[in-house]
């Protein structure tokens, strides 16, 4: 099973500044991985596909790089509901579809 | 629109069956990998597993497999994960997740929460 490790666990942040989220696998995934965002209360929304992809209707400030191990989500300049909680997720071998365990943006 | 609908919470004894429903709509149900998400209080998603609907097909974690059963009834656009004997360790909030052609999940239901107590 694929192990996906999330980093940091909590991520402090003004609105307006830059978020930068980490995911690393523990085998290559390729670029089969995709990062989803959970606000309090609400079911995940799917962010980014394929590492880079941005999914229908996701702002341009999301945006999502690497392969192979290690990925990363960037959010330009973080606006109020962009204070969340975001999975990676795997889909190069499988089942499971595993997530990773999280990182929480909270405001600082 | 695509849209997931699930049954209402549930409030239930340890040892206590379960069925809780998935029904699609917007779609073709029986195209689409269609499957369940764990996510405990306070705590990250959980995969599960996913029944292609067309054919019944079905795939599951390693740590669920023997524990739940994933199933559909197609002719209704329904999907369904159902526990025989619960145990406190099931409470959790249940997501249905419509798998996409590439195994995204591109839409998710409103959540189901099981409480499982004595």
């Known amino acids: 099973e694929i192990v996906l490790t999330q980093s940091p666990a909590t991520l402090s942040l003004s609105p307006g500044e830059r978020g930068t989220l980490s995911c690393r696998a523990s085998q290559s995934v390729g670029n089969y991985l995709a990062w989803y965002q959970q606000r309090p209360g609400q079911a995940p929304r799917l962010l980014i596909y394929?590492?880079?992809n941005r999914a229908t209707g996701v702002p341009a400030r999301f945006s999502g790089s690497g392969s192979g191990t290690d990925f990363t989500l960037t959010i330009s300049s973080l606006e109020p509901g962009d204070f969340a909680i975001y999975y990676c997720q795997q889909r190069s071998k499988w089942p499971p579809l595993t997530f990773g365990g999280g990182t929480r943006v909270e405001i600082k | 629109e695509v849209q997931l609908v699930q049954s209402g919470a549930e409030v239930k004894k340890p040892g206590e069956s379960l069925k809780i429903s998935c029904k699609g709509s917007?779609?073709?149900?029986?195209?689409?990998?269609i499957g369940w998400v764990r996510q405990m209080p306070g705590k990250g998603l959980e995969w599960m597993g996913i029944i292609y609907p067309d054919d019944s097909d079905t795939r599951y974690s390693p740590s669920f497999q023997g524990q739940v059963t994933i199933s559909a009834d197609k002719s209704i656009s329904t999907a369904y994960l159902q526990w025989s004997s619960l145990k406190a360790s099931d409470t959790a909030i249940y997501y249905c997740?419509?798998?996409?052609?590439?195994?995204?999940?591109?839409?998710w239901g409103q959540g189901t929460l099981v409480t499982v107590s004595s």
């Open positions: 394929d590492a880079s």
């Open positions: 997740a419509k798998h996409g052609a590439q195994l995204w999940i591109d839409y």
């Open positions: 917007g779609y073709s149900f029986t195209n689409y990998w």
